[in-house]
């Protein structure tokens, strides 16, 4: 095994992580981080700029606590919250995400999106945008896994496609991503997560531990001249070579290193708590700045899970003590972000969850699962910003104009992308050609 980090590092967010970057297995059945570069030494890498950073809400936010609020409802559906003025006339939000208010003019709150088959927990659809159901052998791809495949690395020593958080409690929130019939090797670079320890090397190199984080790179560099003294990097193949380049190369430990930013930056983002919340997924805002620092040093995706928002009690204070704040925080800061380094036009942002929840409150003070329609919210790759898209009726519970399904949204993202969602086919498990997205076409409104 090659370990780049030993026993304990402690990071920018003050937390000590003894996996934060090794070689070995990164995706299912112990493939080794070689053997998932296997597939982009034939995929055609292509000069695009162009990324997507994806924040799913695990559990699925209240679409009517957000961002469509029903103030002549019933009180049993209303709810506490009251709506604020952004600055996009017209359009009002919760009153506890101010920051995002200040900025709507740069956002497009999507309030009528459906999709989800039954109302069950799973984050399938928002990495993919189809149904669990009726898959083809091997499944549905998420859309990391699609850009990992046609697209390839955008920057040598940076992995395409990304899953920030670890995994969520509970399972049907998910992983980053999930590679589906392109298999393994297009699965998700998970940075943090469980020990990687697959990989052995020849000689049974080790790298000790590097102390800090500052002498990382100094570590690094120091293993690359010393390994190539003993003439053992002769002995590796090509694959574990670009493995090992990965996982040494100066340009992703710098992209994942925080500390690099002034501290005025960090403080904007927030750090928030990197312990799972309950059986969720962090609540880090900090996650929201490795994205960004990512997609600037060459990936095409990257997706992180944010909270927990199943409240089925207790919704209004969870949202508002812990979830709201932090997320609004965060998810406009890398908003203003990207605009002021000019990424705005080649960085989209989609933040949303699996599905809506219910307009009456229930007696335990929460709503429950709701399929009929959710929300979501967009940001950044160009696009016609400063309106909202689809509504529901008085009551938050139909869909009333503009319906909008996680599909549409994804065949947006792949023209933009630069994939024609109608022409681009993958050949799944049995030789079969399918479609990037089932029958959705990009909206017509964002592009």
Not at 346 to 375: L, M
Request: aromatic share 6%.
């Amino acid at each position: 095994m090659l370990n780049l980090i030993g026993d304990s590092i402690r990071l920018c967010d003050g937390m000590t992580r003894r996996q934060a970057l090794r070689i070995g297995a990164l995706g299912m059945g112990g493939l080794s981080l070689s053997g998932l570069l296997q597939a982009e030494q034939s995929a055609g890498i292509q000069n695009s700029k162009k990324s997507v950073i994806m924040i799913y809400m695990c559990g699925a936010p209240a679409h009517q606590d957000m961002y469509d609020l029903k103030m002549e409802a019933p009180s049993e559906i209303r709810g506490e919250f009251r709506p604020i003025s952004t600055n996009v006339r017209g359009i009002e939000i919760c009153e506890h995400m101010p920051r995002l208010a200040r900025i709507m003019d740069k956002c497009v709150p999507l309030r009528s999106v459906h999709g989800s088959p039954d109302g069950n927990h799973d984050s399938f659809i928002c990495y993919t945008g189809r149904s669990f159901r009726n898959q083809p052998p091997g499944g549905w791809p998420a859309i990391g896994s699609v850009m990992s495949k046609l697209s390839g690395a955008a920057a040598a020593g940076i992995p395409p496609f990304f899953g920030l958080s670890p995994n969520a409690g509970h399972p049907p929130y998910g992983s980053p991503g999930h590679p589906g019939f392109l298999g393994v090797s297009h699965s998700a670079f998970r940075p943090s997560g469980p020990a990687r320890e697959d990989m052995q090397l020849p000689g049974g190199v080790l790298l000790d531990r590097v102390g800090a984080r500052k002498a990382l790179l100094t570590g690094l560099d120091r293993f690359r001249r010393e390994t190539d003294a003993r003439g053992m990097m002769s002995g590796l193949d090509d694959l574990n070579r670009q493995a090992l380049d990965i996982l040494t190369s100066s340009r992703l430990a710098e992209a994942l290193d925080v500390s690099k930013e002034p501290q005025a930056v960090r403080d904007r983002y927030g750090q928030g708590d990197d312990r799972n919340f309950g059986d969720g997924a962090p609540r880090n805002q900090e996650h929201f700045l490795v994205a960004r620092r990512l997609v600037e040093a060459g990936a095409r995706v990257v997706t992180l899970n944010f909270g927990r928002w199943d409240f089925h009690s207790d919704t209004f204070n969870g949202m508002k003590n812990t979830h709201l704040p932090q997320f609004d925080q965060g998810l406009s800061a890398l908003i203003e972000d990207l605009h002021a380094r000019g990424l705005d036009r080649d960085v989209a942002v989609v933040a949303w969850g699996e599905f809506g929840r219910t307009p009456k409150i229930n007696g335990d003070a929460g709503r429950d699962h709701w399929p009929q329609v959710g929300g979501a919210l967009l940001a950044g790759g160009g696009f016609r910003t400063g309106q909202v898209i689809g509504s529901t009726d008085r009551l938050g519970a139909e869909i009333a104009s503009r319906p909008v399904h996680f599909g549409e949204v994804f065949a947006t993202l792949y023209r933009w992308l630069g994939l024609d969602p109608d022409a681009a086919y993958l050949a799944d498990l049995a030789g079969r050609p399918q479609k990037l997205v089932d029958g959705h076409s990009p909206m017509p409104e964002l592009l």
